[in-house]
C-alpha cells in the first residue's frame, strides 16, 4: 500500500483542485506559444517580471523583454528594455538603475518577424508612454497597419503585435481600460495582452481571446500572466479569465468586465503546486528531474484509481455511464508528438484486452480529413499541455460531427480539458522541460486504467483482472528499477553519440516506443533518428543500415521476440550495430547485441513503461555529451498553440 507522504496528500489537494475544473466549458482558441506576466506592487518590478519570464521561458526563448513605469522614467517615457536570446541575456541587459513600480514582460517563440531586437515585446506606441505584451496572432494586422501609418503611425517592427499599441493610442484619451476595450474591437485572432501606460501608475490592462491570461491575487499586489508558473512563487490565488473578457489590474484590486461590458464576478481559485516542483533542485536540468520523477508521477496517475476489491478502474471524471461504456463500439485517439505516441500505445492495449477497435491518429490530419464518426465510437484527445492547436482544433471538429470526446491532459483548466466532455487527469506535475517525459508515462498510465476498466466490462475475467491491476500497480517500482541502468546508459550514449543516423526499432505495443525513442533523440540531440516497426525495416530502412548507423532495438520477451532477434540478424549482417533494450536475462539477445540495457521481466504488455526510460536517458545523454540545450531544443515550444 501506498504511504500517504506531504507529496501524495499534496497530489491529492491537486486531484481534487483539478477534478473541479475538467467540467469547466468555455469555447476558446488557444495560443500561448509566448509567455506573459505583468506586475504591480512593493517589490521590485524589474526582478519579479524577470524571475516571472525565467519560469516562463519553456514558452519561447527567441527573444524578450520588458517595460517598466516608475522613477527611472525620467525622459517622460516608459523604461523599456529588450534583448535577442534568452532570459539571461536579458538579465544581462538590465541597467542597475532601473527603479520601476509596475510593468510588464515576454518571452517569445517568434511568429509573424524574425527574432531580432525590434521585434522583440513589449511594442510601444509612438509617443513612448504605452507598452503592450502579446500572445497570439493578430490576422487583420496588415489592413489595421496600412491605416495607423495613414494615421501618421511610425511602426519599427514587423511583428503583427505592433498594431496593438497604435490602436489603443488612437483611442486614448486618459484612461488605458476604456482605450484597449475600444482597441480589441478592431482586431481579429487571438490575443492575450497586457498593456501600461505611463500617465496611470499601478494600472495594467489585460484582455484575452484564445491565449490565456490568468490574474495572480497577492497581498497588496497584483499579477497578470499566461501560466500559473510566472507567479506562483508569489501567490497561490488566481483567477482565469475567459474569451472576450478585459480585466483592470491595480496593486489592491482586480476587476474583470465580461463581453456585454458588465462586470463579472469570479472567485479565486487556489492553487497547490508546490514551488519546488517547477524547480530543477539538484538536478542539472529540468529534463533529467522529470525522468527521475516518474516512478512518483506514475503513481499519482494511478493513486485512488484501481479498485482492488472489483479488479477494475475507477475513473470518476469520464462522464458516462455504465451503459455508454459498455456500447463503445470503437476508439478513436488524437494527439501529436510524444502524446500521439502514448495514443498509439493505447490503441494496441485497448484492441488487445478489451478486444476494442482502435486508432490513434495524428490531429493535424485528422481535422483536414472530414473524418466520419461513428455513433458508437468514443474519441480521446491527449495533450499534456492541453493547448496544442492541431489537438484542439481536431477535437472541435469531430464534437461538432457529433463525438464524445474525453481529454487526457495533464494541465489543470486547460483548454481540451475545459471543452472536453470529461476525460482523465494525468497529475504528473508540471512538466518543464520542452521534451516530455513524465507526462508520457502517465499518458500511459491513464490509457491503461481506462482499459482495465473497458475490459472488465466484456472480457476481462476478475482472474485477469487482478493479475493486470497488480502488474498495474508495479510500474512505478519497476520504472524505479530501471532508473538504476543511468549511468550504464550514459557509458553507451558516450560512445554513440556522434553517429549522424540512428534507427528504433520495435514491433508491437513497443512499436510506439521506438518511434518516441526516435522523436526525444531527434529533438533534444538533433541527431538524425527514424522509429520504424521491425517488421517494416526490410521494406527498405535496411538500406540505411551500415558501420555507422546504430540500431536501437526493443526486444520484449512475447510471441514477437523471436522475430525481433531476426530482425536483429538482418542488422548484424550488414554490419550495423546493435543496442538493445530488452528483458533482464535474456542471454542470447544480450549476446547478440552490441550493447544491451536490461529492463525487470513483467507481463509483456505493460514494457512500454519501463523500455522507454532507457531510451528518454539515452536521448539526454547524447544530447548532454553533444553540448545541447537539453530543456530548451532549438526551433521548439513546451506548448504548439499554432497551426
Ligand atoms: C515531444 C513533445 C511534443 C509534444 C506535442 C504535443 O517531446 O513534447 O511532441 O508531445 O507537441 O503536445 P501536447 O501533449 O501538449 O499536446
Request: aromatic share 6%; with cysteine; proline share 4%.
Amino acid at each position: 500500500m501506498l504511504k500517504v507522504g506531504p507529496r501524495l496528500l499534496h497530489s491529492i489537494r491537486f486531484r481534487v483542485l483539478m477534478s473541479k475544473y475538467w467540467i469547466i466549458k468555455s469555447s476558446i482558441l488557444e495560443a500561448i506559444m509566448c509567455g506573459i506576466i505583468g506586475y504591480s506592487g512593493p517589490r521590485k518590478t524589474s526582478t519579479v517580471l524577470l524571475e516571472g519570464l525565467r519560469r516562463l521561458e519553456y514558452r519561447g526563448y527567441d527573444s524578450a523583454g520588458i517595460a517598466v513605469g516608475g522613477k527611472s522614467c525620467t525622459d517622460g517615457k516608459l523604461q523599456v528594455v529588450k534583448e535577442v536570446g534568452k532570459i539571461s541575456a536579458l538579465r544581462a541587459a538590465m541597467p542597475a538603475d532601473i527603479d520601476g513600480s509596475w510593468g510588464i514582460g515576454h518571452t517569445r517563440w517568434a511568429t509573424h518577424g524574425g527574432v531580432t531586437h525590434a521585434n522583440a515585446h513589449p511594442h510601444i506606441d509612438n509617443s513612448g508612454k504605452i507598452a503592450v505584451v502579446h500572445n497570439g496572432i493578430i490576422e487583420n494586422h496588415t489592413a489595421l497597419k496600412t491605416m495607423l501609418q495613414k494615421k501618421g503611425c511610425v511602426f519599427r517592427t514587423e511583428t503583427d503585435s505592433e498594431v496593438i499599441p497604435h490602436l489603443i493610442a488612437q483611442y486614448y484619451k486618459g484612461d488605458l481600460a476604456e482605450a484597449v476595450k475600444a482597441a480589441i474591437q478592431n482586431l481579429e485572432g487571438t490575443y492575450g495582452i497586457a498593456c501600461i501606460h505611463l500617465d496611470e501608475p499601478g494600472r495594467i490592462v489585460g484582455a484575452r481571446n484564445g491565449s490565456p491570461l490568468i490574474v495572480g491575487v497577492g497581498v497588496g499586489e497584483m499579477f497578470l500572466a499566461s501560466d500559473i508558473t510566472a507567479m506562483v512563487a508569489y501567490t497561490d490565488k488566481v483567477v482565469y479569465l475567459n474569451d472576450g473578457e478585459l480585466v483592470d489590474i491595480d496593486e489592491h484590486s482586480y476587476s474583470i468586465i465580461g463581453k456585454d461590458e458588465q462586470k463579472v464576478e469570479r472567485t479565486t481559485n487556489q492553487i497547490t503546486w508546490e514551488l519546488g516542483s517547477i524547480e530543477k533542485g539538484d538536478y542539472p536540468c529540468h529534463m533529467e528531474k522529470e525522468i527521475f520523477e516518474q516512478p512518483e508521477s506514475i503513481a499519482r496517475a494511478l493513486s485512488g484509481r484501481i479498485d482492488a476489491e472489483n479488479a477494475t478502474a475507477k475513473l470518476g471524471g469520464l462522464n458516462l455511464d455504465r451503459s455508454r461504456l459498455l456500447n463503445v463500439g470503437r476508439v478513436k485517439i488524437i494527439a501529436a508528438g510524444t502524446s500521439w505516441h502514448a495514443g498509439l500505445v493505447g490503441s494496441y492495449l485497448l484492441e488487445q484486452v478489451a478486444r476494442i477497435p482502435a486508432q490513434a491518429e495524428l490531429a493535424s490530419e485528422i481535422r483536414y480529413r472530414n473524418p466520419v464518426v461513428e455513433r458508437d465510437s468514443l474519441w480521446f484527445a491527449v495533450s499534456q499541455s492541453g493547448e496544442t492547436a492541431d489537438s484542439l482544433f481536431a477535437m472541435r471538429e469531430v464534437q461538432r460531427k457529433g463525438a464524445t470526446v474525453l481529454g487526457i491532459c495533464n494541465v489543470v483548466g486547460s483548454t481540451i480539458a475545459r471543452e472536453s466532455d470529461g476525460g482523465i487527469y494525468v497529475h504528473s506535475g508540471p512538466e518543464i522541460a520542452v521534451a516530455s517525459t513524465k507526462a508520457f508515462t502517465s499518458q500511459l498510465a491513464a490509457f491503461y486504467l481506462f482499459t482495465l476498466l473497458s475490459a472488465r466490462m466484456r472480457n476481462m475475467s476478475r482472474e485477469e483482472g487482478i493479475h493486470f491491476a497488480g502488474a498495474l500497480q508495479s510500474v512505478p517500482g519497476m520504472v524505479a528499477e530501471t532508473l538504476k541502468a543511468r549511468d550504464h546508459v550514459q557509458r553507451i550514449a558516450k560512445k554513440y553519440c556522434r553517429a549522424k543516423d540512428f534507427l528504433f526499432l520495435g514491433r508491437g505495443i513497443l512499436y510506439p516506443i521506438a518511434l518516441e525513442g526516435a522523436l526525444k533523440l531527434k529533438e533534444i540531440s538533433y541527431i538524425h533518428a527514424e522509429g520504424c516497426s521491425a517488421g517494416e525495416m526490410k521494406h527498405g530502412p535496411i538500406a540505411l543500415i551500415s558501420p555507422e548507423v546504430p540500431s536501437v532495438f526493443l526486444v520484449s520477451d512475447d510471441y514477437l521476440r523471436e522475430k525481433t532477434i531476426s530482425n536483429i540478424r538482418e542488422i548484424k549482417a550488414r554490419g550495423g550495430p546493435v543496442i538493445v533494450v530488452g528483458v533482464e536475462g535474456d542471454t542470447e539477445t544480450a549476446a547478440l547485441a552490441d550493447e544491451f540495457i536490461p529492463v525487470p521481466k513483467t507481463d509483456p504488455r505493460f514494457y512500454p513503461f519501463s523500455m522507454v526510460v532507457p531510451l528518454q536517458l539515452f536521448a539526454y545523454f547524447c544530447a548532454l555529451e553533444l553540448g545541447r540545450d537539453v530543456d530548451q531544443p532549438r526551433n521548439l515550444a513546451k506548448s504548439v498553440t499554432v497551426e
